[in-house]
């Protein structure tokens, strides 16, 4: 709910708030894990519950949307400019 909000105001997150947003975006991360081990239909319309196929049928097409909807593109431009600290403890201005 936040995050557009900044966004769109371009007021950076920081203390806990960026706190919350890391782990928010860790959850991501452990959601794309979580879809390796579902079951997915064959065919025939058959529930199989076979990590292959799951993967196969995975990565064919929503691992690549969420593995781009997961970068962390906030963290990647933070340390590029060694500033990644900053958002925990707001001590830098920028």
Known sequence: IMAPFRVGLREPAVGNMYIFELTVDALFVVDIV???FTAVEDEDGSVVFSFAATAKAYCAFWFPIDIIACLPIDIILKLSEDQFGC???ASCQG
Do not use: K, Q
Request: hydrophobic letters at 50%; glycine letters at 0%.
């Open 34 to 36: 979580f879809n390796f």
């Open 87 to 89: 958002s925990l403890t």
